[in-house]
């Protein structure tokens, strides 16, 4: 069956700091991938996609993922976090007619 | 600018009551999509639709009913079969690319409902 698993349910993290927030993969073909961050009591916001081609994707807000097929993972990393990077992200595969989506990872930073 | 309008952005329900929540896009998309979120559940899909006057039940689709009478529009019923209707509920679209639902999904900015 195919899952995404968000395994990190709240992370804090300095201002200035390195940022991955974990995300792995069940899926039986070549994934189609996403990330997304939502404000509170926003909707949701595209950071970035991986569809094929290269493994390592640069989405908006300095955001970047890399696919590692053979871990089954799509991490997200920011070399340097902002305070207004504070939000929930989720990760999301591609499934047979609709899109799954993790758990969400909440992300707080510490000023 | 095209987009995902939802309204209201804040609905308040008595208990046996049905309420609809509105869904418009401007964007051309084939597709949309009612999701519920829960605190620390993420985001579970209610109902879907890729064409007009078409649409498939998600993972909770009980106690909810959709219809997809034009293109840009897809409203949402929440009725009083819903046993626990306060969520924050989020609507989306994509386009239809190829013929499969795998291109990013767009979402309006969500309707908060409240059962008093």
């Known amino acids: 069956a195919q899952s995404v698993t968000q395994p990190d349910i709240h992370i804090t993290v300095s201002e200035g700091a390195s940022l991955e927030l974990r995300c792995n993969y069940s899926?039986?073909?070549?994934?189609?991938l996403f990330w997304y961050v939502q404000s509170p009591g926003q909707g949701l916001q595209l950071l970035l996609k991986?569809?094929?081609?290269?493994?390592l994707v640069q989405g908006i807000k300095g955001f970047e993922a890399e696919f590692k097929r053979s871990q089954s993972s799509f991490n997200l990393r920011k070399p340097s976090v902002h305070w207004s990077d504070a939000a929930e992200y989720f990760c999301?595969?591609?499934?047979?007619?609709?899109?799954?989506f993790g758990s969400g990872t909440r992300l707080s930073i510490r000023p | 600018d095209g987009g995902i309008t939802q309204s209201p952005k804040y609905l308040f329900r008595k208990e046996g009551q049905n309420v609809t929540l509105s869904c418009e896009q401007n964007?051309?998309?084939?597709?949309m999509y009612w999701y519920r979120q829960d605190p620390g559940q993420g985001l579970r899909l209610i109902y879907y639709s890729q064409i007009v006057n078409d649409f498939q039940k998600g993972d909770i689709a009980e106690g909810y009913s959709v219809s997809r009478e034009k293109k840009e529009s897809f409203p949402l019923t929440v009725t009083s079969a819903q046993k626990n209707p306060t969520a924050f509920y989020l609507c989306?679209?994509?386009?239809?690319?190829?013929?499969?639902?795998?291109?990013?999904?767009?979402f309006g900015p969500g309707t908060r409902l409240t059962v008093l």
């Open positions: 991986y569809f094929s081609g290269d493994t």
């Open positions: 989306a679209s994509s386009s239809m690319a190829s013929g499969r639902a795998n291109n990013e999904q767009f």
């Open positions: 899926y039986g073909a070549t994934p189609y």
């Open positions: 964007l051309n998309h084939d597709a």
């Open positions: 999301a595969v591609v499934g047979a007619s609709k899109i799954i």
